[in-house]
């Protein structure tokens, strides 16, 4: 009762409101809330400087290049890839389509451990792949920005498809009337419009890429300074007892993975206002 | 006369055929379009998948079933199957309350609340991890208490429930929330103003109408919960037989280099990715048909 009362703008016939909003509200702040708001009251035991120290470490600064630097490598090479599949599936007919396009969800059916030692055998020396190439892939930075590709596909693609779908076709027919080339009809005409999207897609890749672990760790090599990401970090400092540490380097994810979230939203708000123009 | 009707006829067939060429793109770029497509998903989607399998039953079907049948791949399948059976009908449950609550009501902070139920996702699995350690561990909120009484969430079975409940937190109501918005609540009303309870509402009219999208979350939800692995890894300690899911044995018999028993346990995880996608894509189309027509009630 005290529920409705307080928060329900309308009276409402159908029961329950109390009941289905009181049990979220509680398992939400059990499972998610109190135990996220653990990590800054930890913090907060730290002074300003031990935060910084903490934080800023030669070795820590060299895991954010490596996290922040490939996850963005990676999002961009999907952005392109993602945006080339959608428009195959949507645009093109080929024999398979249907369960290509079932497959481009496998990044996030199939476990993360398993495509990181798949990725690995892969990518090594003598793996399938991998001995074809001059240059070493497991075990190095480049490995990680391939394990980082592989999970971040479908994000792109699952948001740029949709809007592809909803272009109004005689939009282009209209540009090819007044002229216009093909090349030109899709970068003037149809890429603004999936442009919003393609940028949502973007950024939900980079931040997945931001805080993976499992796919990374294994094709990695995990060497400190070179190919060590800051999830790892997190978990070797939490295994020296070092929990103060840890939970300093992961209030900083966390910071920037909310500042991504916000971003993400202000898109995905964007992109809705774009389409409901076009379409 | 005659020269005049062939051309009004060709000026209304040229336009047309220009256009289908112009709407399209010319043969040689829809065939780049697709041969960069399918070579890019080779590369990172099918070859990965391939090779899982590949890897798996290099040695033989003998080594296969050795690997999957030893007792402590047998005891971390069990541990799998016993955190998903946990985490999914939790988290179903509190999709459906959240669901129930934001698509049926106006109420203040619902904006707030839709976004904290997204929280889980931008959190890193690590992290999702280490919170859990800071409140259950030995050194947090709780650890004094839970040793006094002789409980164990860090490094046991209850951890790893609570990491993977975080993980696969969102699946559900996400589904649920829009589907649910777009229907309505007419039914329910109508429901209602002929005498039917709250419960009798939401068995009989509300539950059959999201089932394909209940149906879509939960399978979502369960593929994440069985895989995974940096959120269960961080709360496992990682005790043989005890404390190991299917993805954090995978890690330890890699580690030894028992590469074939490996691939071996996580074929088991590729299959069932598969049959998750396939199931995915068969609720899918009825998913996208409620939603359409729900969308056609709605206007």
Not at chain 1, 118 to 124: K, N, Q, R, V
Not at chain 2, 117 to 126: A, C, G, M
Request: hydrophobic share 55%; aromatic share 12%; net charge positive.
């Amino acid at each position: 009762m005290i529920l409705s009362r307080a928060l329900l703008k309308r009276h409402s016939v159908l029961p329950g409101f109390d009941l289905a909003l009181g049990f979220a509200l509680l398992y939400i702040s059990l499972i998610v809330l109190i135990p996220l708001s653990a990590a800054f009251l930890k913090t907060f035991t730290l002074s300003w400087q031990q935060f910084l120290d903490a934080t800023t470490t030669p070795r820590v600064l060299a895991s954010y290049r490596l996290t922040f630097g490939a996850s963005f490598l990676a999002a961009l090479l999907n952005a392109f890839f993602g945006l080339l599949v959608a428009w195959m599936l949507v645009r093109y007919t080929f024999p398979g389509k249907r369960v290509v396009d079932a497959l481009v969800d496998l990044p996030f059916a199939l476990p993360t451990a398993v495509a990181g030692i798949a990725l690995t055998a892969i990518w090594a020396e003598n793996g399938t792949l991998g001995q074809w190439l001059p240059f070493k892939v497991s075990f190095t930075p480049v490995g990680v920005w391939v394990a980082l590709v592989f999970i971040g596909l479908p994000f792109v693609v699952r948001t740029v498809q949709p809007v592809l779908e909803d272009v109004n076709r005689e939009l282009e027919e209209v540009a090819a009337t007044l002229g216009a080339t093909r090349w030109q009809t899709f970068s003037k005409v149809v890429f603004p419009i999936v442009l919003p999207a393609l940028l949502t897609g973007f950024a939900l890749a980079f931040a997945r890429a931001l805080g993976e672990y499992g796919s990374v760790i294994f094709i990695a090599g995990n060497m400190p300074m070179i190919s060590e990401i800051t999830p790892l970090l997190i978990i070797t400092k939490l295994e020296q007892y070092d929990y103060a540490g840890a939970t300093a380097i992961a209030v900083v994810m966390l910071v920037v993975s909310f500042a991504l979230l916000l971003v993400i939203n202000l898109l995905q708000a964007w992109a809705r206002r774009r389409q409901g123009g076009v379409a | 006369m005659s020269t005049a009707v062939l051309q009004s006829a060709a000026i209304e067939v040229q336009p047309a055929a220009r256009l289908r060429s112009a709407t399209g793109e010319a043969p040689w770029v829809r065939r780049l379009v697709i041969a960069l497509g399918l070579g890019f998903m080779t590369l990172f989607l099918f070859v990965p998948l391939a090779t899982v399998f590949h890897e798996a039953l290099k040695k033989g079907w003998d080594v296969y079933l050795a690997a999957i049948t030893e007792p402590d791949a047998l005891s971390a399948i069990k541990l799998t199957l016993v955190a998903a059976g946990i985490s999914v009908p939790l988290n179903l449950a509190f999709g459906l309350a959240a669901a129930w609550a934001i698509a049926k009501f106006e109420f203040r902070g619902k904006n707030l609340l839709l976004t904290l139920i997204d929280l889980p996702f931008s959190v890193s699995p690590v992290i999702a991890g280490l919170i859990y350690v800071l409140v259950f561990g030995l050194q947090g909120w709780f650890g004094a208490w839970l040793q006094a009484h002789d409980m164990k969430v860090i490094f046991a079975v209850p951890g790893i429930v609570l990491a993977t409940v975080f993980v696969t937190f969102p699946f559900v109501a996400r589904e649920l929330i829009p589907l649910m918005q777009a229907q309505g609540i007419e039914q329910e009303e109508a429901a209602r103003v002929l005498g039917a309870g709250g419960w009798q509402i939401f068995w009989r009219v509300t539950l059959p109408n999201v089932k394909w999208a209940l149906l879509y979350g939960v399978i979502l939800c369960n593929a994440r919960a069985m895989g995974e692995f940096g959120a269960v890894s961080v709360v496992s300690g990682h005790i043989r037989g005890q404390t190991n899911t299917m993805p954090l044995h995978i890690e330890i018999v890699y580690n030894e280099y028992q590469f074939a028993a490996a691939f071996a346990v996580a074929s088991l995880l590729a299959l069932l990715a598969l049959v998750t996608l396939l199931l995915k894509y068969l609720v899918e189309q009825r998913v996208r048909g409620q939603r359409r027509e729900a969308g056609d009630r709605a206007e």
